[in-house]
C-alpha cells in the first residue's frame, strides 16, 4: 500500500506499524539520515500587528527535503517521528537551528522573535529545561527572543512537574505560547495560573467566524479571556482580508495565515526586513495598513 501512496507514505507505514507491520528500523534510519545530512529545515511564518500588519515575530516550522520524495510536510513525519522515539532528536535540532537564527538576526541588527514548537514528548524529557539554557548559552542570545509554542492539551495535565517546567522556561526569559487554542479540553482556573504570555486561537475558528455565529463568538469570548489574564492573542491560519477585519475589530492582537505570508525560507524574513517592496509579503502588509 505505501508504495502508491504517494505523499501519505509515512502514515501509511505508521498505520502498519500498529499492526506489528515492517520497517520502523528504515524509517529511524531515514530520519537519522536526515540529521546527519541536513535534509531538515526551518522556514519562519511572520506573525503580524492585527492594526498595522508590522511584523512581531516568526514561528519556525520545519520542512523535510527529501532527495526522494521532495518537500515532506511536518504533519507527515511528526506524529511518525512522535511515536518511535525520534521526536527528541529533531526537536532539539530545530530548537539551536531557531536559535542560530535569532544569533544571525541578531547580528544583522534585528531582533526578531521566534517561535519553536515543542512536542508533548519533548515537554516531557527531564533535561528540557537544561537544554533550552544551553542552546540560548550556546548562541550567546536574548532569552526574549525565544518562544516556545505548546499545546494546550499539554499544558492543561496541571501536574506539579509541568507546572515547575514552564515557571524555569519563564524564570529563564523565555516566552511561552499556548498552540492551537480551543481544540483541547481547558480548566480556566488552571489557565489563570498559568506563565504563558501568548495565546494562539486555533485556525478553526478562524475558518468558521465569518458564516458561523458561534465560531465568532468563541473567538470573541477567548479574546476578552485572554486579555483579562494579560495575555496576547494570536489568531492562526488568517487567509482573507475580511478575517482580518473581523479580528481586529474583535481586538485580537497578533495575526498569522497565509493571508500574509506562508513560511517562508529566512531570506523571505529579510526581504520582509529590508522592505522589499517586490515581496509579496510587503504588499499584503502594506496594503493592510491603508485599509
Ligand atoms: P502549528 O504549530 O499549529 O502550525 C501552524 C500550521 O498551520 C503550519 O503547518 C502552517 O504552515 C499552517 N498555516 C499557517 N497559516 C495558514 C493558513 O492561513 N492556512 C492554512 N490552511 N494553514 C496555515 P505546518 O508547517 O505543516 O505544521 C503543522 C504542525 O506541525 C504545526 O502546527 C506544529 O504542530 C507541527 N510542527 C511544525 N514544525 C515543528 C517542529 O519543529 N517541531 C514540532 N514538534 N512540531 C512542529
Ligand atoms: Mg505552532
Ligand atoms: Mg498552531
Ligand atoms: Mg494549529
Redesign the pocket.
Known sequence: AAKHAGRNTWRVYAAEMDGGGPDILGMQRAIRRALDNDEFV??Y?PKVAALDGALRGV?????WQDPERGVV???EF?PVAERFGL?NA??FW?LREACGQIRSWQHAGWRIPVA????PQ?FRQPDLVERVRACIDEFDIDPGLLAL?I?ESVVMESSSSVRRVLEELKAMGVTLSI??FGTGYSCLAYLCRLPARQL?I??TFVIDMDHVAEARHVVEAVIRLAHSLRMEVVA????RPEQVLTLRSLGCDLI????FS??VPAAGIEALMQGDQLTEQSARVHALAER
Do not use: C, F, M, W
Not at 514561528?59 to 520542512?63: F, T, V
Not at 498569522?256 to 493571508?259: A, F, I, K, S, V
Open positions: 526551518l522556514h511564518q514561528e519556525a516550522l520545519i520542512r510536510s511536518p504533519g511528526i521526536i529533531i526537536g530545530t519553536v514548537n515543542l512536542s519533548q509554542e499545546t498552540d492551537d494562539k486555533d485556525r492562526e491560519g488568517v487567509e498569522q495565515g497565509y493571508y506562508r513560511p
